[in-house]
């Protein structure tokens, strides 16, 4: 499928009352549609060979934990983020005028 492909189907999908939405959502959502609509259905599944059971709970098993340096640096883009929105620039960061 080329990319004109995609977004005549992005649209067809939209045309049909689809929103974008996050995959470990959808699969969640599809996991609340299978119990009938009871959480803790899904925490209890039964269907272990699904696909989906890995995910049902709305995360990632196989996704790897962020790392403390990862955290901090992240803890610093928002700060700076939102810094700027606050318009404190660098000064509320510990730096001079830029």
């Known amino acids: 499928m080329n990319r004109d492909g995609i977004v005549e189907a992005k ?14 959502k959808a699969i969640r959502t ?4 299978c119990s009938g609509r009871m959480p ?7 269907v272990r060979n699904c696909a989906l059971y890995p995910f049902r709970m709305g995360t990632n098993p196989w996704r790897a934990p962020v790392s ?23 000064e509320a960061a510990g ?3 830029v």
Do not use: H, I, Y
Not at 11 to 24: I, K, W
Not at 30 to 33: A, I, P, S
Not at 68 to 90: I, L, P, S, V, Y
């Open 40 to 46: 803790s259905e899904v925490r209890d599944c039964l």
């Open 11 to 24: 649209a067809e999908l939209q045309a049909m009352g689809f929103e974008p939405t996050p995959v470990l």
């Open 68 to 90: 403390a340096e990862q955290r901090d640096r992240a803890a610093k883009a928002f700060n700076a983020a939102k810094n700027r929105r606050d318009g404190r620039g660098n």
């Open 95 to 97: 730096g001079g005028p």
């Open 30 to 33: 599809k996991c609340l549609d």
